[in-house]
């Protein structure tokens, strides 16, 4: 009998119920974690690079990490939030596919879910500001993780049911792109693992096909085939990811940033980063600058 398992966990950040008014205006905002909201009343807007949707109540939204968006208020808005990470064995988000903002109708369910996710996870909130510039910083992320240590095993394991419940509400089909790696060799995930483990050291398509004892050709189109990318074109946005998270939560230099996500040189390195992300390195880094404060 065939077993299908869970390959990715959420780690609580930050919940709360909050009220918003115009001060709620922030763009190109960005964070290595997953935000969703519960509007129960007053409207806002909110956008990414693909489409602007209206948040208004009685719905539910998602936003993925890495997903750059705009947050705005014009008037009175009233919403629960989560703010969740991600972890997955090999490093491969379940949004993979899916980096852009998600909007469906929320059920009785969702509501009582976020209360209960409120009773059992108190003081939770960002209690220093609604300002990205104010919470988007690692240290808070650290703080509020760490929370999660001192958790009972009830509360925990309850926490990471409902959050599971509210990401499944956005995996509807139709909606959402997903590869189902159950059906992808095992050389070819093992490959996709070590992959994500080894981004700092030389990888080549020859060296992953060795691992695998195939052929380049062949490890190549069947990693294609599996996965829908080439085994390069993979290796180049794993390791944008990792520059990207990199970017969010330090201020380390850009060619600091590029070795450690495994580039050899700063130019190089901006070249990939524009074709991955369509923008150049540099802009990337001022707009999260912005966000967190640093001129």
């Known amino acids: 009998m065939i077993k299908r398992m869970l390959r990715h966990t959420f780690t609580l950040l930050n919940v709360d119920h909050v009220h918003l008014g115009r001060k709620w205006n922030y763009k190109n905002v960005i964070s290595p974690y997953f935000r969703i909201y519960y509007i129960d009343s007053g409207a806002g807007e909110i956008s990414d690079v693909f ?106 394991t309850e926490t990471q049911g409902i959050l599971l419940q509210l990401v499944s509400r956005f995996l509807a089909p139709g909606i959402f792109k997903y590869h189902e790696t159950s059906r992808i060799p095992v050389k070819i995930l093992d490959a996709m693992s070590y992959i994500q483990l080894n981004l700092h050291r030389d ?51 850009l060619s600091d940033v590029a070795a450690q996500a495994g580039f050899e040189n700063v130019f190089y390195f901006s070249k990939i980063f524009k074709k991955v992300t369509g923008m150049p390195p540099g802009k990337y880094k001022r707009q999260t600058y912005l966000i967190n404060g640093i001129v």
Not at 63 to 71: E, V
Not at 209 to 224: C, K, T
């Open 203 to 253: 990888l080549t398509v020859n060296s992953l096909a060795e691992i695998a004892n195939q052929h380049p050709d062949y490890f190549s189109r069947l990693f294609h085939e599996h996965t829908g990318e080439r085994p390069l074109q993979y290796i180049h946005e794993k390791r944008i990811e990792r520059a990207q998270y990199l970017m969010v939560t330090t201020q380390l230099p």
């Open 51 to 156: 489409t602007t949707l209206k948040l208004e109540a009685g719905f539910l939204y998602i936003i993925p990490s890495f997903t750059f968006c705009n947050l705005s208020c014009q008037d009175a808005l009233s919403q629960y939030f989560v703010q969740f990470f991600e972890d997955s064995p090999d490093g491969i988000s379940l949004f993979l596919n899916n980096r852009k903002i998600f909007k469906i109708e929320a059920k009785e369910v969702d509501t009582l879910n976020f209360k209960r996710l409120l009773e059992i996870n108190p003081g939770r909130g960002i209690n220093r500001s609604d300002n990205p510039i104010v919470y988007e910083k690692n240290i808070y992320y650290r703080e509020y993780q760490e929370l999660n240590n001192h958790q009972s095993m009830s509360a925990f």
